[in-house]
């Protein structure tokens, strides 16, 4: 093998692992801001709403776009009935909330703009 081969080579394989590497250290970010959250979106559903919450799925936004994570899931017995929760992961307070309008009237009095544990 010729010398400009096994550099182009090793800088090729550089490149795979430094990308393969900032992917797993922005997963684990990910997930370790959807298990602080999480906690924090199923108190509020249950002191705010009085319902048991399950969460299925979750987005994070990226910190230039918007420092928030979105929890989806739906109240537990009511599969069908969806409902979300958004958070602020630079400070863990409650920005928004939806779900079904049934569940959300039922709410209205206690809703707090701002919601933290």
């Not at 093998?1 to 080579?9: E, I, S, T």
């Amino acid at each position: 093998m010729n010398r400009k081969l096994r550099v182009l080579l090793i800088v090729l394989a550089s490149c795979i692992l430094l990308i393969g590497g900032c992917a797993i250290t922005y997963h684990v970010k990910n997930s370790n801001i959807v298990k602080k959250a999480t906690p924090i979106g199923l108190e509020y559903f249950k002191k705010e709403y009085n319902v048991d919450v399950e969460f299925t799925d979750s987005q994070v936004f990226a910190g230039y776009v918007s420092s928030k994570v979105i929890l989806y899931g739906h109240i537990k017995g009511h599969e069908n009935e969806a409902i979300n929760i958004w958070i602020n992961y630079n400070t863990y307070e409650v920005e928004n909330v939806g779900g079904p309008e049934w569940l959300l009237e039922k709410g209205e009095k206690n809703i707090s703009p701002k919601y933290k544990l």
